[in-house]
């Protein structure tokens, strides 16, 4: 899908740094398709889509979607093929994709760091209820996803999605994906700036715009104006973060070039002052410049992340200024990192009086039926409304003070408690080997049995430790930045392959961003995870400073007490 418009700001201004070899990139002339996720862009444009959903696959059945569109251009409407059943971590692999396609669709749904109505609660549960086999699963991009998603369901589903104001357009695919943002927006007291009218600006210009539904891979955004920095800005491809110029007040930084996978890079701060009604023109110029210029040969090295890197922060910033914005924009120290992330769990006060409560699924695991009762607890209790979190999390924003602990004890009664145990607010995972053709080991009930195990462990744990979960090296939920991060992978046991991971130990975001140590050579089995959590945090615990975070700890721990075979001397597991 290659268009003129797209190389007409070659550049006149400004010296563009060309790589050593053709990388795709348009607006140096690389316009033919390189590889066939650009050709199948190319041969038609995947919004086209949407119509043969509507009218052609959604009567005629399965069998009738064409394979271009089964496993590509599906994608922009948010709709991916399941794994089929029966299929173990070590086929995942060696078998081609349409090998291991089921005749059901995962399904996503956008937020966008928009407020949900009830009624926009509880079309979201009808629809797991009705069409999902009560699936529902909050994820870390402020979705719903759903399973078991029938194409001959899809028109009515997004008819009831329509009539709530949602939708899952670009909710996958090589276009902007969902949004990130603050779930506090507008309402927490020591908010710098409420940037929900930019995300809606956004949202409303570009997506499904076809001159931005074509990008090299999936294009991230976030944007926060609260402190806590609560959506994770340092892993999106394009974040704005809240901070304060000492003349022209609040605005916006600009990070670009953040993501995670098998190449993990943190975005680099722009240190700019962006208003708020200028986000959107800057998030334009942002994507116009990973569209024309990002890498389109190889899908491994297609991400923003690696043009950034190529071209540094400073040539970056001169090309979005000189020959997309024309204009230079403000200079201005990047904010201060806050120390770990903000989730937003429990009961807080709102600047107007009034509370938001955050409440915790475990490893976002949720029900078409369970967002059923949440919409009616939201009209019963008067709630102004809901916002999913990019930790697999719900705020209810807006609830009177008189009704606080009726509701929170309500919430608790449905599964969702307001007051969680750090293991439970703190653990998150991918789909899995459940439903993912990417995974390798199981997540979501792996992840379930774990809190629930930690939880008797230590009961009483009285420091955040991050645990998340991932089926295979994609780092859907975030592996390298977590205290605990696990990367699935199939590991040898007593001569047999079985389930396991690679562990990253003290990855963060925030003031202390960085990777997870991974340790040589070293693998758990998904059966002795248990154990081997216990045994870490049992060290950690016993040797810690005053105050000192597990990732702090980690940095100068001695690798044997990182590995889980040995225990401080006299110190007992619990």
């Known amino acids: 899908m290659s268009d003129p418009r797209y190389t007409a ?8 740094p060309r790589p050593k070899r053709g ?5 140096l002339g690389y316009t033919e398709p390189l590889n066939k996720n650009e050709q199948s862009k190319k041969d038609d444009s995947p919004l086209n889509v949407r119509d043969r959903i509507l009218y052609t696959y959604s009567k005629r059945g399965f069998a009738s979607i064409d394979p271009a569109d089964l496993r590509g251009r599906f994608r922009w409407m948010g709709l991916y093929t399941q794994r089929a059943p029966g299929f173990d971590g070590g086929k995942t692999a060696m078998l ?3 090998e291991l396609d089921d005749e059901f669709f995962m399904l996503r749904v956008r937020s966008d760091g928009a407020l949900l109505s009830h009624d ?5 549960g009808t629809i797991g209820v009705d069409f999902a086999r009560d699936t529902a699963d909050v994820t870390d991009r402020e979705n719903i996803q759903y399973h078991w998603i029938r194409i001959e369901d899809v028109p009515a589903i997004w008819e009831r999605l329509e009539a709530a104001g949602l939708d899952s357009m670009e909710a996958c695919g090589d276009s902007p994906r969902p949004f990130l943002g603050s779930p506090v927006a507008g309402v927490a007291k020591d908010e710098i700036i409420d940037g929900t009218s930019a995300l809606v600006e956004i949202k409303e210009r570009f997506i499904g715009n076809p001159d931005f539904a074509n990008f090299p891979r999936k294009f991230k955004t976030a944007l926060t104006g609260h402190p806590g920095h609560d959506v994770s800005p340092e892993t999106n491809d394009v974040s704005f973060v809240g901070t304060v110029h000492p003349e022209l007040g609040p605005g916006f930084d600009l990070w670009v070039g953040g993501g995670l996978s098998t190449n993990p890079m943190l975005a680099q701060k722009m240190g ?8 959107a023109d800057a998030w334009e110029g942002v994507a116009s410049i990973f569209r024309d210029y990002g890498y389109r040969r190889l899908r491994s090295r297609a991400r923003l992340k690696f043009l950034v890197a190529d071209w540094g922060i400073e040539k970056f910033r001169e090309v979005l200024e000189n020959e997309y914005l024309d204009r230079q924009l403000v200079s201005n120290p990047s904010p201060e990192s806050p120390v770990g992330h903000r989730d937003h769990i429990g009961v807080h006060e709102q600047h107007d009086g009034r509370f938001y409560v955050g409440i915790a699924p475990t490893a976002g695991r949720i029900s078409g039926t369970i967002l059923v009762q949440l919409a009616n ?3 019963e209790y008067a709630v102004a409304g809901a916002r999913l979190t990019p930790y697999q999390k719900i705020v209810l924003v807006g609830v009177e003070p008189a009704v606080v602990e009726d509701l929170v004890a309500r919430l608790d009664e449905i599964g969702l408690s307001a007051r969680p145990s ?10 899995g080997i459940e439903f993912c053709k990417l995974a390798i080991v199981d ?3 792996r992840a379930r049995t774990l809190v629930g195990e930690l939880e008797k462990r230590f009961p009483t744990l009285d420091t955040p430790i991050t645990v998340n979960v991932n089926g295979c090296p994609n780092a859907c939920a975030r592996t390298q930045v977590a205290d605990i991060g696990l990367k699935g992978q199939l590991v040898m046991h007593e001569g047999e392959q079985v389930e396991g991971f690679q562990v990253h130990l003290g990855g963060a975001t925030g003031l202390q961003a960085n990777f997870g140590r991974k340790l040589r050579a070293h693998k758990v089995t998904s059966a002795g995870l248990d154990d081997y959590i216990t045994t870490v945090v049992t060290n950690f615990l016993a040797d810690r400073e005053a105050g000192e975070l597990f990732a702090t700890w980690v940095a100068r721990a001695d690798e044997d007490l990182l590995r889980g075979d040995k225990l401080l001397e006299g110190v007992t597991a619990p």
Do not use: F, H, S, Y
Request: hydrophobic share 40%; aromatic share 6%; glycine share 2%.
């Open 272 to 279: 700019v002052w962006i208003p708020v009604d200028e986000v």
């Open 23 to 27: 990388e795709g990139q348009w607006a």
């Open 120 to 124: 926009a609660v509880r079309a979201l």
């Open 377 to 379: 607890l939201i009209e």
């Open 443 to 445: 997540t979501k009930e």
């Open 9 to 16: 700001k070659a550049a006149t201004k400004t010296e563009i």
């Open 422 to 431: 750090n293991w439970r607010r703190n653990t998150m995972a991918c789909t």
């Open 96 to 98: 081609e994709e349409e």
